[in-house]
């Protein structure tokens, strides 16, 4: 029971209400394009390439995303943070960066849904696409 009493002395009872929310699960991002993978793609026009990614959330929520990308690599495997933040907090699963020929670049999407859950980056691996030679 709820009870509420007001300066003047006057009372007022109530039931006690529970609230509950589903456990929040965990956002995520695949189908990354270009591929991650070694066949080179062909040189963009000016240079400009728009990344893109499919957004998964297992509740439905909105989110944003936090971008890291990075040119060549010494490593054989190379993880996100190994790579540099270039944009954060964007609404939309799409994102240009300028490329060259002959590169390999590295790159992966953060989510974050609207209740802060967000991958956890350690040991997540960086998508990879190589620029072919113009």
Do not use: C
Not at 10 to 30: G, I, K, Q, W
Not at 93 to 110: C, D, H, I, L, N
Request: aromatic share 12%; net charge negative.
């Amino acid at each position: 029971m709820i009870l509420t009493r007001d300066p003047y002395g006057l009372e007022t009872e109530s039931e006690v209400f529970h609230f509950a929310r589903d456990t929040n699960r965990t956002p995520s991002t695949y189908s990354p394009t270009p591929s991650d993978t070694f066949a080179p793609i062909d040189p963009p026009s000016g240079g400009s390439l728009k990344l893109l990614w499919s957004p998964n959330d297992p509740d439905g929520d909105p989110l944003t995303y936090d971008l890291y990308f990075a040119p060549d690599s010494e490593k054989d495997e190379v993880f996100v943070s190994d790579l540099e933040l270039i944009a954060d907090s964007l609404a939309a699963a799409e994102y240009s960066v300028q490329v060259s020929a002959g590169v390999t670049y590295y790159w992966r999407p953060v989510p974050t849904d609207l209740w802060e859950a967000t991958q956890d980056t350690t040991g997540l691996k960086a998508w990879r696409f190589v620029v072919g030679e113009e």
